[in-house]
């Protein structure tokens, strides 16, 4: 990961800001505007701020689910990650046909893991230049 996060976290929290001033912090775009800023943080390894992001958006689609189950995950609560990812499996399967097995959990983590293995691994590498 690079600085450049921190451009699009200065960028997104003004757009958000300009919705709130419009007193529309609940619209389809500021719902987006909280996604982008959790995902960032998530790529930044911090948890907590992706979490106060999504405390903040309507839990409207299954990406809201499956952003909490990454941010559980990463933040190695492994049951509160297992229920966000059956509640994502769950939306998901209401627009999509059912397939929802243990095998397709483990790869999930698997993939957290190795997410969150790149992201300490580019922390240290910033910390060092």
């Known amino acids: 990961m690079n600085r450049r996060e921190d451009e699009a976290i200065k960028i997104l929290k003004k757009a958000m800001k ?12 500021a719902n987006e505007i909280g996604f ?6 998530i790529y930044k390894g911090d948890v907590q701020k992706a979490s106060k992001c999504l405390a903040k958006v309507e839990a409207s689609d299954a990406k809201f689910s499956l952003y909490k189950a990454i941010i559980s995950m990463m933040d190695q609560k492994e049951q509160e990650a297992i229920q966000h990812w059956e509640t994502f499996k769950e939306i998901q399967n209401q627009t999509i046909s059912p397939s929802f097995n243990e095998e397709e959990f483990t790869e999930f983590k698997n993939a957290v893991y190795l997410l969150k293995q790149d992201i300490d691994a580019a922390a240290t590498q910033l910390k060092k230049q």
């Not at 300009?18 to 775009?29: D, F, G, I, T």
């Open 36 to 41: 982008l800023l959790a995902e960032l943080y």
């Open 18 to 29: 300009k919705k709130k001033a419009q007193k529309k912090p609940n619209s389809n775009e």
